[in-house]
């Protein structure tokens, strides 16, 4: 890693280093006890890290010389890869442990950091943002380059967000363990990691736009649109859920500057918004790159794939309140969220049918191609899953849905069925190129990877939408005297099957997403050091 930069680069690193620490040691001693000094104590021996790689590094590698200005710059892609398989396997690994206690609540170890409720969150932002968000800004950073013919705008930046992003859920997940949250479902953490996400994610977007800035194909193919939407829309998100006001400069704890209904309605303005810039668009950037690379065919219509790209923009943004059904919202907003809901299908199925047709003339290649199977699913399940969300959002069925586990059927047929699978897409096309090589060290584990995911995957769904319809339908069942017919725990006991078929899926989902890293593990290590030097010359892809 260091060997892939200048000197000059060498240095500035070194001195964000120095920031680093010195601003880690000022928060621990600010603080000196809880979650803001255990973080700041974080934040000092990284600093202090970086500052011994880089420093007794600093003259060891020669200098890069120009030439580098006509190579891909891939070690941070590679790096953001690794941190992508190291959350799945920490996140998904806490999810199946969540499901088993579901099942077997006994289990819970007296401690407080290891409850339902601490867990719960380190599950939720270990997935989507460390595993989904470090596979998005990797993978990126090499669609940026390949579709603009253009190295990275420069080499220092991208390690600043991919290190601050992975310190930035470090944070966030050993916050939970100590009881630190701010109790805003996915936007967790307390108000200086919120401060510093939003450096880092400045970072990334003004690294964005000057990469594009150099770009030598004059056309910017649609899937930098999705990636810039997705770093736009979510600063704008993340700053406006998380103003608040801190209780003291040496504390975690601080208040919302939104109080009552507004604050219900920005965040989930935030939570939906959240789905469909991080979970959707930014994937939808990397679907529509890596399937016709991976297809070998261009996208069935490109026009198409621009005029959903503007529906689907636009149409979410109107649709949160679609969380906050006959709530003391008022009823017009629900009916606005209800109606964006039901239109954004429209794009939706543009953008799925859009990516399935692009496999028309290969389909004997998705039948072989264990990789490309993956994207196919993951079109597939985005059609599903947003199907199942717009029809969620017509308020006489969220009556029936709302509270039960029909919606966590739905979030885990998208997480699980389209973003898991267009992630392992994407990884099983990228790392072999990462590493110089043709082919995954571990071919036949691809195949076995995929009928793991897939059986989950179904497993995981099926099982809850039968929970979740169950619950819904014994909790407003009446006998002919009008009293309800079921008890609450009765309808809680009528779950154990589901919530047992929930824990064997989430397993086999695990035991494919172990598989895979240590498939990619073994694909990068016969790569060896040769990495550096295989960054490969600008050059238009095929298929591009
Ligand atoms: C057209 C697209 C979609 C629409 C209209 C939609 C709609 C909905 C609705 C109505 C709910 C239930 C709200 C409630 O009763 O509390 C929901 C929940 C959720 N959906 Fe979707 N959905 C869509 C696509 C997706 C996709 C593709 C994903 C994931 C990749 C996803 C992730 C989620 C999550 C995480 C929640 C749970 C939020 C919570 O914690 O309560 N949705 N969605
Ligand atoms: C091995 C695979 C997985 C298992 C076993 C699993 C299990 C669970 C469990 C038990 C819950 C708590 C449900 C509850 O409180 O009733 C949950 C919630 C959640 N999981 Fe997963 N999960 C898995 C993978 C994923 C992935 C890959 C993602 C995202 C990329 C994801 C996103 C979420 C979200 C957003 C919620 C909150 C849902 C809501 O509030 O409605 N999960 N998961
Ligand atoms: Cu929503």
Same mark, same amino acid.
């Given at each position: 890693? #260091?060997?892939?930069?200048?000197?000059?680069?060498? /240095?500035?690193?070194?001195?964000?280093?120095?920031?680093?620490?010195?601003?880690?040691?000022?928060?621990?001693?600010?603080?000196?006890?809880?979650?803001?000094?255990?973080?700041?104590?974080?934040?000092?021996?990284?600093?202090?890290?970086?500052?011994?790689?880089?420093?007794?590094?600093?003259?060891?590698?020669?200098?890069?010389?120009?030439?580098?200005?006509?190579?891909? *710059?891939?070690?941070?892609?590679?790096?953001?890869?690794?941190?992508?398989?190291? &959350?799945?396997?920490?996140?998904?690994?806490?999810?199946?442990?969540?499901?088993?206690?579901? $099942?077997?609540?006994?289990?819970?170890?007296?401690?407080?950091?290891?409850?339902?409720?601490?867990?719960?969150?380190?599950?939720?932002?270990?997935? #989507?943002?460390?595993?989904?968000?470090?596979?998005?800004?990797?993978?990126?950073?090499?669609?940026?380059?390949?579709?603009?013919?253009? /190295?990275?705008?420069?080499?220092?930046?991208?390690?600043?967000?991919? #290190?601050?992003?992975?310190?930035?859920?470090?944070?966030?997940?050993?916050?939970?363990?100590?009881?630190?949250?701010?109790?805003?479902?996915?936007?967790?953490?307390?108000? $200086?990691?919120? =401060?510093?996400?939003?450096?880092?994610?400045?970072?990334?977007?003004?690294? $964005? =736009?000057?990469?594009?800035? /150099?770009?030598?194909?004059?056309?910017?193919?649609?899937? !930098? &649109?999705?990636?810039?939407?997705?770093?736009?829309?979510?600063?704008?998100?993340?700053?406006?859920?998380?103003?608040?006001?801190?209780?003291?400069?040496?504390?975690?704890?601080?208040?919302?500057?939104?109080?009552?209904?507004?604050?219900?309605? =920005?965040?989930?303005?935030?939570?939906? !918004?959240?789905?469909?810039?991080?979970?959707?668009?930014?994937?939808?950037?990397?679907?529509?790159?890596?399937?016709?690379?991976?297809?070998?065919?261009?996208?069935?219509?490109?026009?198409?794939?621009?005029?959903?790209?503007?529906?689907?923009?636009?149409?979410?943004?109107?649709?949160?309140?679609? %969380?906050?059904?006959?709530?003391?919202?008022?009823?017009?907003?629900?009916?606005?969220?209800?109606?964006?809901?039901?239109?954004?299908?429209?794009?939706?199925?543009?953008?799925?049918?859009?990516? =399935?047709?692009?496999? !028309?003339?290969?389909?004997?290649?998705?039948?072989?191609?264990?990789?490309?199977?993956?994207?196919?699913?993951?079109?597939?399940? $985005?059609?599903?899953?947003?199907?199942?969300?717009?029809?969620?959002?017509?308020?006489?069925?969220?009556?029936?849905?709302?509270?039960?586990?029909?919606?966590?059927? %739905?979030? %885990?047929?998208?997480?699980?069925?389209?973003?898991?699978?267009?992630?392992?897409?994407?990884? *099983?096309?990228?790392?072999?190129?990462?590493?110089?090589?043709?082919?995954?060290?571990?071919?036949?584990?691809?195949?076995?990877?995929? &009928?793991?995911?897939?059986?989950?995957?179904?497993?995981?769904?099926?099982?809850?939408?039968?929970?979740?319809?169950?619950?819904?339908?014994?909790?407003?069942?009446?006998?002919? !005297?009008?009293?309800?017919?079921?008890?609450?725990?009765?309808?809680?006991?009528?779950?154990?099957?589901?919530?047992?078929?929930?824990?064997?899926?989430?397993?086999?989902?695990?035991?494919?997403?172990?598989?895979?890293?240590?498939?990619?593990?073994?694909?990068?290590?016969?790569?060896?050091?040769?990495?550096?030097?295989?960054?490969?010359?600008?050059?238009?892809?095929?298929?591009?």
């Amino acid at each position: 890693m #260091i060997a892939t930069l200048t000197l000059r680069e060498r /240095r500035i690193g070194l001195g964000l280093s120095v920031a680093l620490a010195v601003l880690g040691l000022a928060m621990a001693a600010a603080a000196r006890t809880g979650p803001m000094a255990v973080h700041g104590g974080m934040a000092l021996i990284l600093g202090l890290v970086l500052i011994f790689a880089i420093g007794g590094a600093l003259y060891d590698h020669p200098e890069q010389g120009e030439d580098r200005l006509t190579r891909y *710059y891939d070690a941070p892609t590679r790096f953001g890869i690794v941190m992508t398989l190291i &959350w799945a396997v920490i996140g998904m690994g806490v999810g199946v442990w969540l499901a088993a206690l579901m $099942y077997w609540p006994e289990a819970t170890p007296p401690w407080p950091a290891t409850s339902f409720g601490r867990l719960r969150p380190v599950h939720t932002s270990g997935v #989507i943002f460390g595993f989904g968000g470090n596979a998005l800004i990797a993978t990126s950073f090499w669609v940026l380059q390949r579709t603009s013919r253009a /190295r990275l705008a420069d080499a220092v930046s991208p390690w600043v967000v991919l #290190i601050g992003y992975n310190l930035f859920c470090l944070w966030a997940a050993s916050g939970y363990l100590m009881g630190s949250t701010q109790s805003k479902e996915y936007a967790e953490p307390e108000w $200086y990691a919120d =401060i510093w996400l939003t450096i880092v994610w400045v970072t990334y977007f003004v690294l $964005y =736009i000057r990469t594009l800035a /150099r770009r030598a194909e004059p056309h910017i193919y649609v899937a !930098n &649109w999705y990636y810039m939407a997705f770093i736009l829309v979510v600063a704008l998100l993340h700053i406006v859920n998380n103003l608040a006001l801190p209780v003291s400069w040496t504390g975690a704890e601080s208040f919302p500057v939104w109080a009552g209904v507004q604050d219900a309605m =920005i965040q989930w303005w935030y939570g939906h !918004n959240a789905v469909a810039f991080f979970l959707t668009a930014g994937f939808l950037g990397m679907l529509y790159y890596f399937l016709p690379v991976r297809a070998q065919r261009p996208i069935w219509s490109y026009r198409l794939s621009i005029l959903s790209f503007w529906g689907i923009v636009f149409f979410y943004m109107w649709a949160g309140s679609h %969380h906050l059904h006959y709530t003391a919202l008022p009823y017009w907003v629900q009916t606005l969220g209800m109606t964006f809901s039901v239109m954004l299908l429209v794009p939706s199925w543009a953008s799925a049918g859009n990516a =399935i047709a692009t496999l !028309n003339g290969a389909w004997h290649k998705v039948r072989d191609d264990a990789t490309l199977r993956f994207m196919f699913v993951a079109a597939v399940f $985005y059609g599903l899953s947003t199907f199942e969300g717009s029809f969620l959002a017509i308020r006489p069925v969220n009556s029936l849905s709302h509270y039960t586990d029909w919606t966590v059927g %739905h979030v %885990h047929s998208g997480t699980l069925g389209w973003v898991a699978m267009i992630v392992f897409g994407a990884i *099983y096309t990228l790392v072999p190129r990462l590493s110089g090589r043709d082919t995954m060290a571990w071919p036949k584990a691809i195949e076995w990877h995929f &009928w793991l995911a897939v059986a989950g995957t179904l497993v995981y769904v099926v099982a809850l939408w039968n929970a979740g319809i169950t619950q819904g339908l014994m909790w407003r069942a009446y006998d002919e !005297n009008g009293a309800l017919s079921y008890s609450f725990i009765q309808s809680v006991e009528a779950m154990l099957p589901y919530y047992a078929a929930r824990t064997l899926g989430g397993t086999l989902f695990l035991a494919g997403a172990v598989l895979c890293a240590l498939n990619c593990r073994a694909t990068m290590r016969t790569a060896g050091d040769r990495v550096d030097a295989t960054d490969r010359p600008l050059a238009a892809q095929p298929a591009e």
